[in-house]
């Protein structure tokens, strides 16, 4: 048998070895979670926030709302979002969208502040757990709002 014969033969045998020792893997597309980016601006008689989720429909209910003068929390610790302005704290639990467990990925920044009549910044302080997450938006003073759902937003209407 000829020299290159013979290293076809090993190369193929040592192929076939490893072959068999090497379980198959699939290689499967992952799919990113669902993002959520949100932005805050002033109209005629009310501030509007708006949680835009990218991948996902927006969630169509609020699970818990609260407006108090305590700040939000960053998820499930006990550390305050110091970072957030305002007087006055909107915190909104919604369910996680399809597709999010874990949890949503937040597009840009975590925090973002508005020098805004009303509203004076907003977080998603905290991206997923449990099938919900949790919003929040500082404001200046207590405040009359609407929560509205449509396809991938939810928008809140704060009266001025």
Do not use: C
């Not at 198959?24 to 926030?49: L, N, T, W």
């Not at 915190?91 to 990925?105: D, F, I, N, R």
């Not at 004076?120 to 919003?135: F, L, W």
Request: no cysteine; glycine share 10%; proline share 6%.
């Amino acid at each position: 048998m000829s020299v290159l014969r013979r290293l076809a033969v090993v190369v193929t045998s040592l192929f076939a070895v490893v072959a068999v020792i090497t379980p198959a893997v699939a290689v499967a597309a992952v799919a990113a979670p669902p993002g959520v980016k949100f932005r805050a601006g002033s109209h005629d008689g009310f501030d509007r926030v708006v949680f835009e989720f990218v991948g996902a429909k927006a969630p169509g209910s609020v699970l818990f709302q609260q407006l108090d003068g305590e700040r939000p929390y960053w998820g499930q610790s006990d550390l305050r979002v110091t970072e957030l302005w305002g007087n006055r704290f909107l915190k909104l639990a919604l369910p996680s969208p399809e597709g999010a467990e874990p949890y949503v990925e937040v597009i840009g920044k975590r925090v973002v502040n508005y020098p805004l009549p009303l509203v004076r910044g907003a977080v998603v302080n905290d991206a997923g757990h449990g099938g919900s997450m949790e919003v929040s938006i500082g404001l200046e003073r207590d405040a009359g709002y609407t929560v509205k759902h449509q396809g991938h937003l939810v928008i809140i209407d704060f009266k001025r």
